[in-house]
């Protein structure tokens, strides 16, 4: 069974940084995409960037430039790192990915979420 763990968030004043992480397991061979979205209260989960096994990037226009995803493809981790954090980032961020091989060697695209993780920047 495929598991997303994330990790790393917290409570930050505005400006500040912050690094989220992902871990996924579950007889993983690769992950060849994964996604980060956010929801914040009373919204809609937005999608915010993408990695893929080669290391493509894509962010929303809300967090580009002050954003950066990146992966450890050995340990199937993903990272957020969220530099200059304002308070409308505020949010839970949740990593997904719908984009696995499997072993011993097999696609799944089946939709796996994490529990996600709260990000709160204060003013």
């Known amino acids: 069974q495929v598991q997303l763990v994330e990790s790393g968030g917290g409570l930050v004043q505005s400006g500040g940084s912050l690094r989220l992480s992902c871990a996924a397991s579950g007889s993983i061979v690769s992950v060849n995409t994964m996604d980060w979205y956010r929801q914040a209260p009373g919204k809609q989960r937005e999608w915010v960037a993408l990695?893929?096994?080669?290391?493509?990037?894509n962010y929303a226009d809300s967090v580009k430039g002050r954003f950066t995803v990146s992966r450890a493809n050995a340990e199937n981790t993903v990272y957020l790192q969220m530099n200059s954090l304002k308070p409308e980032d505020t949010a839970i961020y949740y990593c997904?990915?719908?984009?696995?091989?499997?072993?011993?060697?097999?696609?799944?695209?089946?939709?796996?979420w994490g529990q996600g993780t709260q990000v709160t920047v204060s003013s």
């Open positions: 990695i893929t096994n080669g290391g493509n990037t």
């Open positions: 997904h990915t719908n984009n696995l091989i499997r072993a011993p060697w097999r696609v799944d695209r089946n939709d796996y």
